[in-house]
């Protein structure tokens, strides 16, 4: 009899155990194994924390202005309104060649300052002649002639168009402007914000680096539209801000596209202006992202960055910037947008924008390639 109770008790003993087990599993003090893998996850090679996240970005939409001719340091306006991205982006191997575009740039800043009509744009044009027409492509010069703000004395204007697949009547525009302004006029030196040398690294030269590098790949892309590479002249010849005119060569090719249209059409136009800052964040421009037929553009481009995890175009609205954009789509009414990082400079390294601190160094192959990828990716992709 007490042997039976013996092993009641226990039987009783061991079904409690249970009991006390299975509830033991969801005390709060209990961890999962997939958290703490997560918390013990060695860090990412993402780009700082600063830059705010693609996957959810939460944006308000502000009233300040600023324009190219300001200083990008000067606000930070708050954005747009709430944009979330929700599809998982797509990391792979970049195919754009970073040091190749880098080197390019160096090629380019080699040359010295290349304001217009000056010695060093006429060597940049050649350079840019043979380089194009080696890969295949047919180019144009849409030539004009202005008066120097200063003397009066004529100086020779010269846009270049690179033609890809001339056959394809549908077409996109990629563009910047391959000018550097005449004097670094925001150096913190003010002897040399007058006589200075501006190499126009990152302002002027990154853009073109771009359009270089991605010459490599267009005789192969694929899909409906041809391309074209449009470089814009005489940008900024400006000497004093309050006088002299801006974008001067892409207003000329805005108002010849319509009094002498082309047998084909342009569906979508981008401006490439800025983009090869060692820190780069590539806010959305608010015209571009305003207007109504540049706005899908906006979003297809991010779209892609955000796809290929180029966490850089980051889909908030920051700046609005007076840009060639600007003359593109409001005269010859081509939809076309601004990719400008307009938080140039970044750091402790001081002033770079407009400055002689503008040479290479302050650019990486890193940002050009990034850049690069997003547009050859968005340039086969687009429908």
Known sequence: MIRRRLLIKCAVIAAICVLAAGCLRWL????????????????????AASNPPVQSAEIADGNSETTATDDPAASKPPGSPKVLLTASPRRGNNPIDGARSYEYLKQ????????SGSRGMAAQQKLLADHFEKLGAKIHWQKFTIRDPRS??????????????????DRILLMTHYDTRPF???????RKAVSGTFIGANDGGSGTAVLMELAHYMPDLKGPYGVDFLFLDAEELVYEEKRDRYFIG????????????PAYRYKWGVLLDMVGDRQLQLYQEKNSAWWDD????????????????VREFIPQ???????????????????????????YPVGPGGRFWH?????????????????GWVMLEWLQTTR
């Open 28 to 47: 709060p003090w209990t961890s999962s194994p997939s958290l703490s893998a997560r918390a013990a996850a060695p860090p990412t090679t993402e780009p």
């Open 108 to 115: 380019l800043c080699a040359l010295g300052p290349r304001a």
């Open 152 to 169: 009066g004395q004529p100086v020779e204007i010269a846009n270049l168009l690179v033609e890809w697949h001339p056959e394809r009547k």
């Open 184 to 190: 670094p006029d925001r150096d913190p030196n003010p």
């Open 250 to 261: 892409s207003e000329y090719f805005a108002r010849d596209y319509v009094a002498n249209p």
């Open 294 to 309: 540049t706005r899908p553009l906006v979003e297809e481009i991010w779209g892609t960055a955000h796809r290929l995890g």
């Open 317 to 343: 609205r920051r700046y609005e910037v007076s840009d060639d954009h600007q003359m593109l789509h409001n005269i010859a009414r081509i939809p076309t947008c601004d990719i400008i990082d307009f938080d």
């Open 355 to 371: 400055t002689e601190a503008d040479t290479p160094d302050k650019c990486s192959a890193d940002s050009l390639a990034k850049v």
